[in-house]
């Protein structure tokens, strides 16, 4: 059974920097793809970043510049390292992964884990 574990969550003041994590188990995490969501109070969960098994990533337009993804195969762990926050950044972020090597920027994820608070003070 696949397993997503998200931490490093936490409050920040605008113009900071937070890097979450995602630890995952229950099958070889090297060959799918990774991605994260993220959902604010009020509205529907939308897309931040995605990476694929060979490295090959995606960024939705409002992170990108600001927002890296990366993976530690070895780790079995993804990464979203977020800097310059604003406190439109404020929302639960999840972690997913797919039944596929290949990233997606939609929700098509098989797996979810149960998501970390970011809030972006001004």
């Known amino acids: 059974q696949v397993q997503l574990v998200e931490s490093g969550g936490g409050l920040v003041q605008s113009g900071g920097s937070l890097r979450l994590s995602c630890a995952a188990s229950?099958?070889?995490?090297?060959?799918?793809?990774m991605g994260w969501f993220r959902q604010a109070p009020g509205k529907e969960r939308s897309f931040v970043a995605a990476?694929?098994?060979?490295?090959?990533?995606y960024y939705a337009g409002s992170v990108k510049g600001r927002f890296t993804i990366s993976r530690d195969n070895a780790k079995n762990t993804v990464y979203l390292q977020m800097n310059s926050l604003k406190p439109e950044d404020t929302a639960v972020y999840y972690c997913?992964?797919?039944?596929?090597?290949?990233?997606?920027?939609?929700?098509?994820?098989?797996?979810w884990g149960q998501g970390t608070q970011v809030t972006v003070s001004s």
């Open positions: 997913a992964s797919r039944d596929s090597p290949i990233a997606t920027p939609t929700d098509n994820y098989d797996y």
């Open positions: 229950g099958r070889t995490f090297s060959s799918y793809a």
């Open positions: 990476i694929s098994w060979s490295g090959n990533r």
